[in-house]
């Protein structure tokens, strides 16, 4: 059962509880803008919190408490929503029903928590410079795998293109540049900041509808937190203009992005219709049955791989594919046409009902797995929407085939990016 509560200003608890799960999740999100001065600093925060801690000085001894406790996984994560930039940290650990001397492993588990966030391991008002260049040089090898990565390298340009001068352009673990500003005694301040000044969802995935051990967590937030950081409203994109872009690398394959937007007018819409929308995509091209995978790849083999997603947070449906270059704007045309053809509702009834059958076992999934089910409460959080997983799947096959229609018609291309070869 789905549970979600305010517990003061600014600090929300979402709980989910089910016998069928053996271990407990709890997850720590901070939720702040997303802004390249500071987004950095906070991926470097995230994993530097991650290692160690006063009371656990290195990662050995950090891992060393995680064993003691029947092998528990500390994990953290760094996530972006829109204009929102999220830093997670978490912890999974047995129920206590399986401890084999009585132990109170959830209770265990908070106190750990507590310890790396709000007792860091900083020393005369600075963390550790070793451990923040080692943290700094793993944020930056994962900036340069996005280069290295032509596919990843593709979407991340036409981001960039799309929402150039707009916060959601940034990476969500900042840029190279900013990277480098970081040292062991600014990240302090960035630290209060994250701690103090963003909105803040806790997250427990658990066998027992019992939180008295969380209480210690929500009373330690309440003693610090002073005020309540307001979070901006999501920055929704809407078509202005066609924006295109071309570059050129040592690729073998090219890739192409689309990015289709709406007019200014179709913002701000139900979370029902939003949800009309997630089908609608999936039809387009986020399923294995839709009309992107079956007439541009398979019937007319002019892509290697050609998929869509729709990005909530952005109101943005991107179409990521792989071609050969001679296929470029044949693949262009093509792509345009499948969304064509859903505006004038040339699908069947069946297409509708495979896609909603694909939506309904990804929605079913969600309760498959603790870290699943606090992946979908952050979700619905930041979607600000209380609908349950029954619920969703009802909205889904609702959905009747004139949805989908208006749907489609909602959007229009704003963007072609397209990365390939060198020319001689």
């Known amino acids: 059962?789905?549970?979600?509560?305010?517990?003061?200003?600014?600090?929300?608890?979402?709980?989910?509880?089910?016998?069928?799960?053996?271990?407990?999740?709890?997850?720590?999100?901070?939720?702040?803008?997303?802004?390249?001065?500071?987004a950095s600093?906070?991926?470097?925060?995230?994993?530097?919190?991650?290692?160690?801690?006063?009371?656990?000085?290195n990662n050995f001894k950090l891992g060393?408490?995680?064993?003691?406790?029947?092998?528990a996984n500390l994990f953290c994560d760094v996530k972006k929503a829109g204009n929102k930039q999220i830093?997670?940290?978490?912890?999974?650990?047995?129920?206590?029903?399986?401890?084999?001397?009585?132990?109170?492993?959830?209770?265990?588990?908070?106190?750990?928590?507590?310890?790396?966030?709000?007792?860091?391991?900083?020393?005369?008002e600075q963390f550790s410079k070793k451990y923040v260049e080692l943290e700094k040089n793993e944020?930056?090898?994962?900036?340069?795998?996005?280069?290295?990565?032509?596919?990843?390298?593709?979407?991340?340009q036409a981001v960039k293109t799309l929402f150039e001068g707009?916060?959601?352009?940034?990476?969500?673990f900042g840029t190279l540049e900013e990277l480098e500003k970081i040292n062991e005694k600014n990240l302090v301040e960035s630290y209060e900041s994250l701690i103090l000044n963003s909105k803040i969802l806790v997250c427990s995935c658990t066998r027992e509808e019992n939180f008295e051990f969380l209480n210690v967590l929500f009373n330690r937030l309440k003693a610090i937190r002073r005020k309540v950081y307001e979070i901006k409203p999501y920055e929704k994109f809407y078509f202005e203009k066609f924006r295109e872009k071309v570059e050129q690398d040592d690729v073998t394959q090219a890739k192409l992005v689309l990015a289709f937007a709406k007019k200014q007018e179709g913002l701000g819409l139900k979370l029902e219709d939003e949800l009309k929308i997630e089908v609608m995509n999936c039809l387009f091209g986020g399923s294995a049955t839709s009309l992107l995978f079956n007439n541009v790849r398979e019937k007319l083999s002019l892509c290697y791989y050609c998929r869509s997603y729709y990005n909530y947070f952005s109101g943005v449906i991107f179409v990521e594919s792989g071609v050969e270059s001679k296929n470029i704007e044949k693949?262009?045309?093509?792509?345009?046409?499948?969304?064509?053809a859903l505006k004038k509702g040339d699908f069947s009834e069946e297409e509708l009902n495979q896609v909603?059958?694909?939506?309904?076992?990804?929605?079913?999934?969600?309760?498959?797995?603790?870290?699943?089910?606090?992946?979908?409460?952050?979700?619905n959080f930041l979607k600000n929407r209380d609908f349950s997983v029954e619920r969703i799947i009802e909205i889904i096959n609702s959905t009747q085939k004139e949805d989908v229609i208006n749907a489609a018609k909602m959007f229009n291309v704003a963007l072609k990016y397209v990365l390939k070869e060198r020319e001689n």
């Open 1 to 38: 059962m789905f549970l979600q509560k305010e517990i003061f200003s600014g600090v929300f608890h979402y709980s989910f509880n089910s016998k069928k799960f053996k271990f407990n999740v709890i997850t720590i999100n901070f939720i702040l803008e997303l802004e390249e001065k500071t």
């Open 41 to 57: 600093k906070n991926a470097v925060l995230c994993s530097l919190l991650r290692e160690s801690c006063k009371k656990y000085s």
């Open 64 to 71: 060393e408490k995680l064993r003691s406790l029947y092998g």
């Open 87 to 124: 830093v997670m940290l978490g912890v999974k650990i047995l129920d206590d029903e399986f401890a084999l001397e009585g132990e109170k492993l959830k209770k265990e588990a908070v106190e750990l928590l507590m310890q790396v966030i709000f007792n860091p391991k900083i020393e005369n």
């Open 139 to 156: 944020i930056k090898n994962l900036l340069k795998n996005i280069y290295n990565d032509k596919k990843q390298y593709a979407l991340n």
């Open 166 to 172: 707009k916060t959601m352009a940034v990476n969500r």
């Open 331 to 340: 693949a262009y045309e093509n792509i345009i046409l499948q969304l064509e």
């Open 356 to 379: 909603k059958c694909v939506l309904e076992t990804a929605y079913e999934s969600v309760v498959d797995g603790e870290e699943k089910v606090c992946g979908f409460m952050l979700n």
